[in-house]
């Protein structure tokens, strides 16, 4: 892909097939692709999330010629039909329910690496936004998957998201109607939502063959920053990557086995098996864990479109990142500082999740009661969700811009296999130290 | 441009810059023309559907609904409240016609003229669409179990993210035990 082939034909069909459609050049240079040896076990979630995207195609396919996608028997066909009826349809359903999850749990380990090592930073501009691109394109099938079985978390879900985007003026009205099909969610909704979830997988299948387009173009990162000076530095991606991402996929899916045999329904809502009633509201929605910190974004503001634009806003922070990070050091591993803000970001985060989970007036530190500011008690989840959103923002726009300027990264190394040589592992006694042998 | 046209014009040769941008703009915009001829029965296909837009009037016996009642009942196919307020409900929503509120409006604006115990709204919440649980809040009116809008006696919106009161909704009292909604 980037110009680079050591593929030779070796039989006279190879060779018949390489002027015509040079299908197994192509598949060789991407098995022989020079990949940075130092890549550790952070670098996998590409691999994880490639075979994650295959096992929800795979069993989505399997259970919509079980679904029903119809307001009467979407309930029944998921709950009656493939859970209890269908041969292994309550495993495939299991796989693919959470599925979704582990998705996601992946995805943002593969984000969290690709922040922390500044792997959005030049030349990787292009391949950072596909990424996320892939990740709200991943947010929109996963909301409406949710949808599909049509329990009360589902219909209240789909009713409280598709209202967000009557929040825009003029036009917000007439986008909500075009979503519905009606005067509010009800079965021709839930007929589109169908068909949009089965389209959008492939999408994303199609991004991420962009993804890796532009990953091979400049090359992978690694987890010193540094760029790769020669051949030495890099080793073919097959076997060396191939083993290690497949001995990550493995121990990734004994996670996934896990849930999905002794606790498949710890990630729903028991809500959720209640079939959807359009004139009861749940007492507490909330959605899958995966959406939290965005929907405590949206809760913390006081004002509808502003907690709108706020929870775009968040996903906005990661499309322009390579923009506001204008250090010329990619690795955290030599920027102090900004690690430390960027693991408290990871708290804030994580405080997000925490307070999109609640109820906006629960109470922080149990039996506190402080003054009332801004409609809510200083010591509510309301009042820890406006902080950490607000941390959240100031980590982009504020802090991550500042820091390019003001903090004085540690020596970067001359290349990225000196602090392997400099590692007093590297170097047992009486050992000679060649790295190029060592795999 | 201008100047070329009439040169060439008058010449017939075989280069003809007037004459090749006017087709490359007719082209051009017979383009446009066919894909957006293209793409609305595409959108619009997504508008609701006749027979959906056809679930447009519903009447209903509300001699059924004791004082201090309430309904949910689902008018196409969203939920309406329909409210027997007590005399205590319209007093205090009549007490705050002039508070300080983010959607003003006064109570009688609300009711029809000689109903005023019978408040008829939409049950979704202006906000994201949950239906708001009655006698909960500090106004003695609604609270919406999903963000928190609090609602008066008078279904307006008093605090929280809602930015409007309860929508109203067409409907007329065919007797005084019988309305028509839409």
Redesign the interface.
Known sequence: MSGHSSYEPKTAIERWLDTRLPIIRFSADLLDFPTPRNLNYWYTFGGILTFCLAVQIVTGIVLAMHYDPSGAGAFNSVEQHIMRDVNYGWLIRGIHANGASMFFLAVYLHILRGIYYGSFKAPREVLWLLGCVIYVLMMATAFMGYVLPWGQMSF?GA??????LG?FPIVGNAIT????????V?S?TLN?FFSLHYLLPFVIAAVVGLHIWALHVPGNNNPTGVNVKSKADTVAFHPYYTVKDGFAVSVFMILFAVFVFFLPDALSKVDNAVPAN????????VPEWYLLPFYAI??A?????M?VLALGGALAMLFILPWLDTSKVRSMRYRPTARIYFFIWIVAALALGWCGSQE??GQVIQGLHGPTFI?YDINSV?WLSRIAALYYFAYFLLITPLLAFFETPRPVPDSLYTPVLSHPAATPAGAVAAPETKG | MADSLVQTASEHGPEDPGRRDFINILATTATVGAVVAVAWPL?DQ????AD?LALSSLEYDISKVALGQEV???W????VFIRHRTPKEIAAAVADDHAPMKDPATDASRTKPGHEQWLIVL??C??????P?FGQGEYGGWLC????SVYDTSARIR?????KNLYLLPYTFLTDTKVKLG
């Open positions: 209240w009713k409280v998201i598709t209202n967000l929040a109607a075009l979503l519905w099909g009606g005067f509010s009800d021709p589109r359009p004139l009861v509201t749940p007492a507490h929605i949206l809760r503001i006081p004002d509808k479109l907690g906006p007036d409609d309301t | 959108i997504m508008n609701p559907a959906t949910t009942i689902s196409r196919k969203q939920p049950a979704s202006t906000h994201l669409g949950c239906i649980s179990p999903c963000h928190g605090k929280g993210p809602a930015p």
